[in-house]
């Protein structure tokens, strides 16, 4: 027999139709401000129950996602509002039985694969460029011309011989 698991209370699904809110007129009451007066509904359906939302304000989810009507399976995991629920049901589903379908991703492909035009580069060292910088060739030039004059001046001293007397 299926049931409906809420903060440790167990609660059969006996009937065709379970309603579940925070109204008193609901079979499941659920006496938490984040659920609707009349939030969602369980009705049989083959051997299972669908659960829907009957617009309720915060929602219902199944598993994690939001949903407004699904077929539950043994151990789904329901949220009404804020309120933590599980469905139970005395036929275990066993690995031969199909996983449910998941809703197909919608994705569209990229028009361009172009760098976008304000798009910077995150490196904090500046971009290389292919031009060197005539001032820095010139001035390296001057460098080594200097560091050779340099060299020849005190080859010229050492080599200097003090006047005979």
Known sequence: MPKLIVSGTVHEL???????????DNI????DSSV??????LRVSERSYTLRDVGSTNGTQVNGNSTANTLLRH??????GAVQARFETDVVMSATQPLPVADKAQAKSAALSTRPADFANASPFRARTKERD????????????ALLALLAAIAAVLTMHAPAR
């Open 36 to 41: 609707s007066g009349r939030h969602a509904e």
């Open 75 to 80: 151990g789904d995991r329901i949220r009404f």
């Open 134 to 145: 005539p001032g820095r060739k010139w001035l390296f030039i001057l460098l080594a011309v």
């Open 28 to 31: 499941i009451v659920l006496n």
């Open 14 to 24: 006996v009937e065709e139709v379970i309603t579940v809110g925070r109204a008193p």
